[in-house]
């Protein structure tokens, strides 16, 4: 008896506990999640899509005093998603004499749509007028003509042409030299060799190289990164 009683108090405690366990698996609690993902990708500044201009700027042989050499037509595009402020620099130099007798000028254009021919040989034109003069106010602001083209031309002045690094624009917050996205400017250098220059020029080789470099038009951007 003893023992049956043993045998059926441990089967009892057995259950119970069993019961216990099941009833703590049966609890729940009210519960709610959210997520969200995101991706941003950083936008992408290029002129040119960074690829130097294959167009030379320009070339020519027998160069004489009183000739004005026309530059080819350097396209500059803003390829990126973002606006851009330009610098664009001109460094020339002469092997054999000096820059004074040299004169420089340019003509510009901006536009979204590829302006007509006629755009292009008129500001030749105009080019050649300006060099042709003989005072110092030669410069030239032409508002923007039917087809949406600004254009903008001068001299450059003496001092600058003589230092051997010119920059077009004021390289910053400049109305002309800011570049949108989808935008063009195009612009012509023109060189003419004053008629007063002598015998030392014979044979020399005028070189010039034009770089361009872009940034943000956001506060406090800069040229380059150091």
Known sequence: MKK???????TALAGTLVVVSAGFGTYSWFTSETNALGDMKSGVLAINDGIDIDTPIFSGTKFTPSQLQYGEWLSLSN????D?????????????ASLGAYEVGYMAMKYTKTP???????????????LKGTTNERSLSIP?????????????SQEAVDSGEIIFGKGEKDSFWQLDEGQYIDIMIGIKLDESAGNEYQGATYSAAFNVIAKQ????????NK
Do not use: F, R
């Not at 038009?217 to 380059?224: N, S, V």
């Open 217 to 224: 038009t956001d506060e406090g951007a800069k040229y380059e």
């Open 116 to 130: 007509g021919q006629d755009v292009y040989e008129d500001s030749k034109i105009k080019l050649a007028n300006l």
């Open 84 to 96: 851009t402020y330009l610098k664009a620099t001109y460094k020339h130099s002469v092997d054999k």
């Open 144 to 156: 923007s003509n039917s087809d949406g083209v600004e254009i903008v031309g001068n001299v450059v």
């Open 79 to 82: 390829t990126g998603d973002l």
């Open 4 to 10: 049956t009683k043993k045998m059926l108090l441990g």
